[in-house]
């Protein structure tokens, strides 16, 4: 049987898309890389198809951390213990969505030999990423931009699970008991994390929000007891598609990932990208500034993020809807599971 190795981890960003190819990807032995006890092992636990493999990894602190000291030695055991794990198994190809837990097995199969493919989300490269690019044989990306800065790269989009595009908004009216009432429906969140400025700012202004919305709020862990009849919370959703198809505005971070989905669905947005910091390269601002100048998406900074911006840029959004929705339509697609899942094909 042909075999595939996939990798990508730390954060939902780089799973998710890996978990968007496995449809395409049948009739072959897949195999991921990623860290022991990691969010990729806990969401590939869903797919006992797929044969998980933990690897040595550290994650790079932007800040001057002394933990960063361990990072040749761990690296250096995770690229031996991946180059092994290539010679037992032959993979066809590696296809790396990035992040500190995908490294040792991306240099890994530069070394071995084996095809590399990339796959960069966000408007500039990622350090992992970085690292190897120039060594794959192909670096896919989600931007145009990106892909002409390098002479391997290609402009594919982002692979996007396809149930997304099969939610029913009557689901959530099921489960949560947000019955229709003529008010638009408002999906706020910020990612697998959360986040705590926008969870901060819509609690302040719950009553007034709630008085122009319906509103579901998936939060994460943050310590709220509020509700109301036309208000839900939600620490984390794993029935997201429903979640799409009942939203008819968002307000949410600038995760690529996100901006991909809400772009091929062509749900109307209010984005606050996260700024950059110790935590952040600053790519979601740039990732919010490209999707801006299609006219896809509002974005509001988070300096000037309080209780009485959401409300007023939120409810601007009500009239802007259409044209945000015709913009979805006539920008470039987002949606590059196929274009990727084919590349890989012609390897394995």
């Known amino acids: 049987m042909k075999t595939i190795i996939l990798t990508g981890g730390g954060t939902a960003g780089h799973i998710a898309p890996n978990i968007a190819l496995l449809p395409y990807l049948r009739g ?4 991921y890389c990623g860290e ?3 969010m990729e092992e806990k969401m590939l636990a869903a797919f006992p198809e797929v044969k998980f493999h933990a690897l040595p990894c550290i994650k790079f602190n932007r800040s001057l951390s002394p933990k960063n000291l361990k990072i040749p030695f761990v690296l250096m055991k995770g690229i031996s ?12 190809v590696v296809f790396t969505k990035g992040g500190y837990a995908a490294l040792p097995v991306a240099i890994a199969a530069c070394k071995k030999k084996v095809p590399l493919v990339v796959h960069e989300s966000d408007v500039s490269m990622g350090l992992s990423n970085r690292l190897v690019a ?3 044989k192909w670096v896919c990306t989600s931007f145009p931009s990106l892909a002409e800065q390098y002479k391997n790269g290609m402009f594919t989009g982002t692979p996007i699970r396809r149930e997304l595009y099969g939610g029913k908004a009557e689901n959530i009216e099921r489960k949560l008991g947000l019955a229709k009432n003529g008010k638009p429906n408002l999906l706020v969140f910020g990612g697998s994390q959360g ?3 926008i969870n901060t700012a819509l609690e302040t202004a719950l009553n007034e929000m709630r008085a122009y919305f319906n509103i579901l709020h998936i939060a994460g862990k943050h310590p709220f007891e509020g509700g109301a009849d036309n208000y839900r919370r939600l620490e984390f959703c794993d029935y997201m598609a429903d979640c799409y198809a009942w939203a008819d505005l968002v307000v949410c971070r600038a ?5 991909a989905e809400i772009a091929a669905l062509r749900i109307p947005a209010l984005v606050i990208p996260l700024p950059k910091s110790d935590t952040s390269r600053g790519d979601q601002q740039q ?10 998406i509002q974005v509001l900074d988070q300096s000037e993020l309080t209780p009485g911006t959401l409300v007023a840029e939120a409810t601007a959004l009500i009239k802007k809807r259409p044209a945000l929705i015709e913009a979805s339509a006539n920008a470039p697609c987002p949606d590059g599971t196929r274009r990727i899942a084919e590349l890989l094909n012609s390897f394995v």
Do not use: C, F
């Open 28 to 31: 072959y032995e897949v195999h």
């Open 36 to 38: 022991k006890g990691g």
């Open 81 to 92: 213990q991946a180059k092994k794990l290539i010679r037992d198994i032959s993979p066809g």
């Open 134 to 136: 120039k060594k794959a």
């Open 195 to 197: 986040a705590k400025a």
């Open 255 to 259: 995760g690529a990932g996100t901006l």
């Open 287 to 296: 990732n919010a500034e490209y999707y801006r100048s299609l006219g896809v």
